[in-house]
């Protein structure tokens, strides 16, 4: 069942995590994937990065869909100055979470709404943190060798055994940990005249 409306939307994407959320809200989407360069630029913040990369996912594909929005997403993981990429294999994966042993990571996760004939794009950031428990190697093993997190920035997956990592989570919007934070894509969505609940 999807909500009627009369613009039509990509999602600028091609994770998994985020087209399922989508679905969610009940729009009609169709999928491309963004040729982004996702390097950080010498001193940019992480805040910066997530923004710049979710507007230049959407840009890229916007400009050959004109009339057509686009949502283009980023999300950094941070733990203190250094800013986690995804883990991309086991040693990598283990690593990360053995480093966010007993500490607090912020979640950075952009998103940017663009249309190429609209003069500015609809955008938000959301903030999570993430306390992890004490984790010791053992733990740390089994969990990576179960899930597999390897596509995961901080090497983990909140919608599934990542949850038993953590002594808290503080966020606004829980989705916004799995990579979409549905909260504000729903407030931009609304703006640009998607029907929504």
Request: glycine content about 6%; aromatic content about 6%; proline content about 6%.
């Amino acid at each position: 069942m999807f909500l009627k409306s009369e613009n039509r939307l990509i999602l600028a994407s091609t994770s998994l995590y985020r087209r399922q959320l989508l679905k969610r809200l009940g729009v009609r989407f169709s999928v491309a994937a963004p040729a982004t360069d996702e390097t950080p630029l010498p001193g940019e913040s992480p805040h910066a990065l997530v923004k710049r990369l979710a507007r230049a996912k959407a840009a890229a594909i916007a400009q050959s869909n004109p009339d057509a929005w686009v949502i283009g997403s980023d999300q950094a993981a941070v733990r203190g100055r250094a800013i986690l990429g995804k883990p991309l294999n086991r040693s990598g994966c283990v690593e990360q979470l053995r480093a966010s042993s007993g500490r607090r990571v912020r979640f950075l996760t952009a998103v940017c709404l663009i249309r190429s004939r609209q003069p500015k794009p609809l955008e938000a950031i959301d903030t999570t943190w993430v306390n992890f428990r004490e984790l010791d190697d053992d733990s740390i093993e089994r969990y990576v060798d179960t899930e597999k997190p390897f596509d995961c920035a901080g090497g983990f997956k909140s919608e599934g055994l990542g949850i038993t990592l953590f002594e808290s989570i503080e966020s606004r919007d829980p989705t916004a940990l799995i990579g979409l934070p549905l909260i504000a894509v729903s407030q931009l969505l609304r703006t640009a005249g998607f029907t929504l609940p």
